[in-house]
Nanobody
Framework: QVQLVESGGGLVQAGGSLRLSCAAS????????MGWFRQAPGKEREFVAA????????YYTDSVKGRITISRDNAKNTVYLQMNSLNPEDTATYYC????????????????????WGQGTQVTVSS
């Protein structure tokens, strides 16, 4: 199985930027599609972005399009979430997740397909 560790969260003012990282270990990283989710206090976890095994296909929830970019470096076993123009509504704990994809067929995983999760990193955006 794969282990995931997020980093890069913190406190930022509205309009600022953060880059989250998720380091994977344990298995061949390129055999996993990856995603980022977030959960704000009192709210359900929501999908943010996903990326296929090669990085050639990405998908975003509408509320972050144009502000947030998901990318990956398979040589470094890491997936990133570059977040720009942050606003207080982006405040949440951010989680990365992985879907096993050894045949490289997955483009956009369904949420229930994510079998591996990190512990999360807190992002707080002040107004």
């Amino acid at each position: 199985q794969v282990q995931l560790v997020e980093s890069g969260g913190g406190l930022v003012q509205a309009g600022g930027s953060l880059r989250l990282s998720c380091a994977a270990s344990g298995r061949t990283f390129s055999n996993y599609a990856m995603g980022w989710f977030r959960q704000a206090p009192g709210k359900e976890r929501e999908f943010v972005a996903a990326i296929n095994w090669s990085g050639g296909r990405t998908y975003y929830t509408d509320s972050v399009k144009g502000r947030i970019t998901i990318s990956r470096d398979n040589a470094k076993n890491t997936v990133y979430l570059q977040m720009n123009s942050l606003n207080p509504e982006d405040t949440a704990t951010y989680y990365c997740a992985a879907v096993s994809d050894p045949h490289h067929t997955i483009i956009v995983p369904r949420t229930y397909e994510y079998g591996y999760w990190g512990q999360g990193t807190q992002v707080t955006v002040s107004s």
